[in-house]
């Protein structure tokens, strides 16, 4: 059974960092990503892992400040310079996938396996 657990959701300023944490148990490892639900919207992409080769996809919303890695069984978002837009539940995601789907493209229907969310709050 896939379980994906988030961790290390919170509040930080403008300018700040935090880091987030999913726990990953059950999973062949294959295409995994960090959605963001912003208030009132739905959920988007907005960093992707590839396992196979370790390569990443970002949505231009966070590229440059957001890294997305793997370790053991951990996936992880690193966020830096971090903006109020920043703000929202933050998902992690998985699902089996080509390296050609495997993108920020991909919309939340395409994914199987969901964590519960975290909050992640910036003020200015």
């Known amino acids: 059974q896939v379980q994906l657990v988030e961790f290390g959701g919170g509040s930080a300023q403008a300018g700040g960092s935090l880091r987030l944490s999913c726990a990953v148990s059950g999973y062949k490892f294959n295409c995994i990503s960090w959605f963001r639900q912003q208030p009132g919207q739905g959920r988007g992409a907005v960093a992707v892992?590839?396992?196979?080769?370790?390569s990443t996809d970002y949505a231009n919303s966070v590229k440059g400040r957001f890294t997305i890695s793997r370790m053991g069984d951990m996936v992880l978002l690193q966020m830096d310079n971090l903006k109020p837009e920043d703000t929202g539940m933050y998902y992690c995601?998985?699902?089996?996938?080509?390296?050609?789907?495997?993108?920020?493209?991909?919309?939340?229907?395409?994914?199987?396996?969901w964590g519960q969310g975290t909050q992640v709050t910036v003020s200015s």
């Open positions: 892992l590839r396992s196979g080769d370790r």
């Open positions: 995601a998985a699902k089996s996938s080509t390296w050609e789907r495997c993108n920020t493209r991909s919309g939340e229907a395409e994914y199987d396996y």
